[in-house]
Structure formats: structure tokens, C-alpha cells
């Protein structure tokens, strides 16, 4: 089954314990990305790589980090929480678009629920 | 300036009864796709409906279609017929051709079917 796979699905966490949340794709997608979701802003993008170790900054960087060493790895690292960081975490990944966007739309997992305290 | 405009936080339907989701887009690439995705209280994000911006149709599957005006840079969904499980937060996406290849959502809208 084509599927995008997040863990944890539910995170509590202190103030500045790292922590890393994973996302997995078994769709051989090149294109990767992780969104925030906040009550009123929608999905903002946070990273997004293009294919493996090709990444780059969305619209809220700040605080975070990612990594792409492999095509259907893209974790996201969190090396310092602060409670602003409390948020739904989506993990999506898609095909570049050719001539087409058709069949381009992405794929998300499940999404974490990151609590900082 | 916002590359992609849902001006309706909330709405409500009456059961059985269409509806029109609004979104606005800004671009200058003349290569985009823009997406629709529902995102139920279970939280999962589900795609709905894809056009493409050099189709000359409005893109339709099932009960949902897409009202695509390329001048006014408007995608809105229509959904026709609503259920109450149509009940759900609806986001509204773009995707631009450019070699970034970039997503930009909506701060979407949320549906509720009233029996």
C-alpha cells in the first residue's frame, strides 16, 4: 500500500530535549516536506528537499532541521523545543512535476501532535 | 502577498444542499496545479481534486468539482448534494511549475452539513 509513515503520532516533550520526528514514503517520490498546522494559519511549510541531499528552507525554518540521506527518509529534528513549537507536524511527500502536475499532489502521513512544555 | 486566499473560516450547509468553498491563488508561473484536500476531525489529510492551469475543462470527480476562472485566479469547490460527512476542515493548495516545485496551502475552511 502507497503510504506515507510518520512516528510518533503523539509527542509530550520538555523544553530544549531534542527530538526527531521520522517520515518514511514507499512511493519513490523525489519531491519531500514537512507543514505545521496551526488553528487559523493553515499548513505552513517548514523544509522541503527535492531529492536526496537537495533541501531547502520553507516559510518557517526557525528551529528546526532536516535531513535527507536517503529518497524515502526525510526526518525532522527539533534539536532545541520551545513550547511555540506546540503543533500538528504533517510529513507529505509527490513526484516532481514533468510537462504535467497531474498525479503530482502530495501524499501525507498521519501527522504528529508535538506538546512542548 | 499571500499565494493562496480562503476568506471563509467556516461555513454551514444544510444537508443534500451544493456548496461553494472559495480560493484565490497568485502566481505569475504559467505552469501551476492547484489541489483540494479534506481534512476530516480524525485529522488525516485526504485529496479531493486536482486542474491543472493549462486545462480547458474544470476538473470534476464525483460529487466535487472545481470552478476554475484563470483570469480571476479562482479554484473554488463545489460540492454538490452534501452529506454530513462532508463535515470536515476543506484546504485549498497550489503547486507551482517553477524548478522549487513548492506547495503553498490556504488557512482553510471548515465545513459544517447540517442535518
Known amino acids: 500500500e502507497a503510504q506515507v509513515t510518520q512516528n510518533p503520532r503523539y509527542l509530550i516533550t520538555v523544553t530544549g530535549k531534542k527530538l526527531t520526528v521520522t517520515c518514511s514514503q514507499n512511493?519513490?517520490?523525489?519531491?519531500m516536506s514537512w507543514y505545521r498546522q496551526d488553528p487559523g494559519l493553515g499548513l505552513r511549510q517548514i523544509y522541503y528537499?527535492?531529492?536526496?541531499?537537495?533541501?531547502d528552507k520553507g516559510d518557517v525554518p526557525e528551529g528546526y532541521k532536516v535531513s535527507r540521506k536517503e529518497k524515502r527518509n526525510f526526518p525532522l529534528i527539533l534539536e532545541s523545543p520551545s513550547p511555540n513549537q506546540t503543533s500538528l507536524y504533517f510529513c507529505?511527500?509527490?513526484?516532481?512535476?514533468?510537462?504535467?502536475?497531474?498525479?503530482?499532489?502530495?501524499?501525507f502521513g498521519q501527522g504528529t501532535r508535538l506538546t512542548v512544555v | 502577498a499571500q499565494k493562496i486566499t480562503q476568506t471563509q473560516p467556516g461555513m454551514f450547509v444544510q444537508e443534500k444542499e451544493a456548496v461553494t468553498l472559495d480560493c484565490t491563488y497568485d502566481?505569475?508561473?504559467?505552469?501551476?496545479?492547484l489541489f483540494w484536500y479534506k481534512q476530516p476531525s480524525s485529522g488525516e489529510m485526504i485529496f479531493l481534486i486536482y486542474?491543472?492551469?493549462?486545462?480547458?475543462q474544470n476538473a470534476t470527480e464525483g460529487r466535487y468539482s472545481l470552478n476554475f476562472q484563470k483570469a480571476r485566479k479562482s479554484a473554488n469547490l463545489v460540492i454538490s448534494a452534501s452529506q454530513l460527512g462532508d463535515s470536515a476542515m476543506y484546504f485549498c493548495?497550489?503547486?507551482?511549475?517553477?524548478?522549487?516545485?513548492?506547495?503553498?496551502f490556504g488557512s482553510g475552511t471548515k465545513l459544517n452539513v447540517k442535518p
Open positions: 528537499s527535492m531529492n536526496v541531499e537537495v533541501t
Open positions: 486542474q491543472g492551469s493549462y486545462d480547458q
Open positions: 507529505a511527500s509527490s513526484r516532481r512535476s514533468g510537462n504535467s502536475m497531474s498525479g503530482t499532489e502530495a501524499f
Open positions: 512511493m519513490n517520490h523525489e519531491y
Open positions: 493548495a497550489m503547486r507551482e511549475g517553477s524548478i522549487f516545485n513548492k506547495f503553498y
Open positions: 502566481t505569475s508561473d504559467p505552469s501551476y496545479g
